[in-house]
C-alpha cells in the first residue's frame, strides 16, 4: 500500500511577557544617545505593535517543549508513540549536543532526534523532511518542534551610529516556541512540495557564529534592502511549483506566509500570488517571530475554526540565505 503523510496538528507557547513599540525605541535610545530616532519608528517601518518576550530563564528547549506538549495534550498523542523529532530552530541552547535531544528529554520523547536548520524556514524543511521519511516507510510519526529567542538578539549599543538601519530590525524580533506533527495516512495530506534557493545572497542577513569568530556574542545584523534584492526571481519560481503541484493560489483556502513585517508581508503575498483576505496577520502583535511564524497561522487558524477539515492550505516560507519553500496540504 502507498504510504502518504499529512499535517495532523499544530501548536504554540506563546511567551507571557510584551514589550511595546515604544519601549523597544526607549532602551535603544538609552544604549545609544549619539543616535537620532524618531519616535514610532518601528510601527512606521514594520508595522510592529508589540513583541513576545520569553522569561530570562527559558531557553528555546523550553519553549519547543511547552509547544510540543499542548500540541501532544491536543491530540491525544503519547510521547512514546513519536518515531522521530526533529528541532528546527535558528537559535539553540547549545552548541553540542542537538538541541532536539535536551526537547526530547523533557517532553519524555526516546525516539532519534536531530536538528534541522536553515533560517526561517526551519520548520517548513523541517516538515519536507518528515514527509520524505514517512512516504519511504522510514517513520509513521514524525514531531518538528522549534523555538526562537530572538529578543536576546537585539541589538544594543552600536559601534558605529551609521549601522542603525541594519540594527533596527533586530528591535522587531519575537520569542515563542512551536511545533508541528506529520503523520503517515492512507491518503495524500501533503500534496507537493518545492524549495529553492539564491545562495548568493546569504549575506543580506546574518547572525555570526561567536566561536567561530573569536566574540563573546554575534550580533543579528539585516540589510533590509539586500534581503528583498535576494529573492530575486523566487515570484516565478514560486507561481511555477504550484502549477506543478496542481494548484491555483486561488483554491486555497488558508495561505500560511512568512511575516517579518508588514510590508514584507505584503510583498510575500504578491509574490505567491494570494490575497491578504487568505492570510492570518501575526506580525503586529508578536514580531518577526522568525521559524515559529507558519506554526503560529496553522495554530491560530485551528484555535478560532478557520482550518477545518479537507480545507486547503499553503504554506509560503522566504528565509535569508535566501531561500524559498512552498508546501501545499489538505487539512
Not at 130 to 142: E, L, M, P, S, T
Not at 298 to 307: F, I
Amino acid at each position: 500500500m502507498t504510504v502518504h503523510s499529512a499535517i495532523a496538528h499544530a501548536a504554540v507557547h506563546v511567551p507571557a511577557g510584551r514589550q511595546s513599540v515604544a519601549e523597544a525605541e526607549d532602551r535603544f535610545r538609552a544604549d545609544n544617545p549619539d543616535v537620532a530616532l524618531s519616535r514610532g519608528v518601528l510601527h512606521h517601518m514594520y508595522g510592529l505593535l508589540e513583541r513576545t518576550v520569553a522569561a530570562a530563564e527559558d531557553q528555546p528547549s523550553d519553549l519547543a517543549a511547552r509547544a510540543a506538549r499542548t500540541l501532544l495534550d491536543q491530540h491525544g498523542t503519547d510521547p512514546l508513540d513519536v518515531d522521530l523529532l526533529i528541532y528546527s530552530g535558528i537559535l539553540a541552547d547549545m552548541e553540542e549536543p542537538a538541541t532536539a535531544h535536551v526537547v526530547a528529554d523533557k517532553l519524555g520523547v526516546r525516539a532519534p532526534v536531530f536538528d534541522l536548520k536553515n533560517a526561517c524556514n526551519g520548520v517548513l524543511n523541517g516538515i519536507e523532511v518528515a514527509d520524505a521519511f514517512i512516504r519511504a516507510g522510514r517513520y509513521r510519526r514524525v514531531l518538528v518542534v522549534s523555538a526562537e529567542v530572538s529578543t536576546r538578539e537585539t541589538r544594543r549599543a552600536l559601534e558605529d551610529p551609521k549601522d542603525v538601519l541594519t540594527a533596527l530590525p533586530s528591535l522587531s524580533t519575537g520569542d515563542m516556541g512551536s511545533a508541528v506533527l506529520v503523520e503517515a495516512r492512507d491518503r495524500p495530506g501533503i500534496l507537493g512540495s518545492r524549495f529553492f534557493a539564491n545562495s548568493w545572497g546569504w549575506e543580506a542577513a546574518t547572525l555570526p557564529n561567536p566561536y567561530a569568530n573569536h566574540r563573546t556574542l554575534g550580533h543579528l545584523r539585516i540589510d533590509s534592502a539586500k534581503l528583498v534584492a535576494s529573492f530575486d526571481g523566487m515570484a516565478e519560481r514560486i507561481r511555477g511549483a504550484m502549477v506543478e503541484i496542481g494548484v491555483k493560489p486561488g483554491d486555497l483556502d488558508l495561505a500560511c506566509v512568512h511575516q517579518p513585517s508588514v510590508a514584507f508581508t505584503r510583498l510575500a503575498c504578491e509574490w505567491a500570488g494570494v490575497t491578504a483576505e487568505q492570510v492570518l496577520p501575526t506580525f503586529a502583535d508578536h514580531g518577526n517571530v522568525a521559524t515559529n511564524t507558519i506554526p503560529l497561522q496553522l495554530a491560530l487558524a485551528l484555535e478560532s475554526g478557520r482550518l477545518r477539515k479537507g480545507d486547503l492550505v499553503g504554506l509560503f516560507g522566504y528565509a535569508s540565505g535566501a531561500s524559498v519553500g512552498v508546501v501545499v496540504c489538505e487539512w
